[in-house]
């Protein structure tokens, strides 16, 4: 069993940058692909960003790919989204998400952060 909390979420205007931070317990991370997830009002929760057990590899969705950029530190058991150039479309609850089998399934995730961009 793996619990995951977020934090780092806030107000930030368009244009700043946050980092959003995940530490998990229970279990190591470094057996786990970690990924971000958010969810907007109104709308499904979608992909934002993954990276591999070794941090060797990640993938981002097209919306935010050349501004967010993931990382984890195994050693303290954290994942980290640094988010730069946010965008009012970038506002979300932000979830980070553990796949322990690196098939895309995510079993475990956090409560989530809210991110909210002014314009």
């Known amino acids: 069993q793996v619990q995951l909390v977020e934090s780092g979420g806030g107000l930030v205007q368009a244009g700043g940058s946050l980092r959003l931070t995940c530490v998990a317990s229970?279990?190591?991370?470094?057996?786990?692909?970690m990924g971000w997830f958010r969810q907007a009002p109104g709308l499904e929760r979608e992909f934002v960003a993954a990276?591999?057990?070794?941090?060797?590899?990640?993938y981002y969705a097209d919306s935010v790919k050349g501004r967010f950029t993931i990382s984890r530190d195994n050693a303290k058991n954290t994942v980290y989204l640094q988010m730069n150039s946010l965008k009012p479309q970038d506002t979300a609850v932000y979830y980070c998400?553990?796949?322990?089998?690196?098939?895309?399934?995510?079993?475990?995730w956090g409560q989530g952060t809210q991110v909210t961009v002014s314009s």
């Open positions: 998400a553990a796949d322990p089998s690196s098939s895309g399934i995510y079993r475990y």
């Open positions: 229970g279990r190591t991370l470094s057996s786990y692909q």
């Open positions: 990276i591999s057990q070794s941090g060797g590899n990640d």
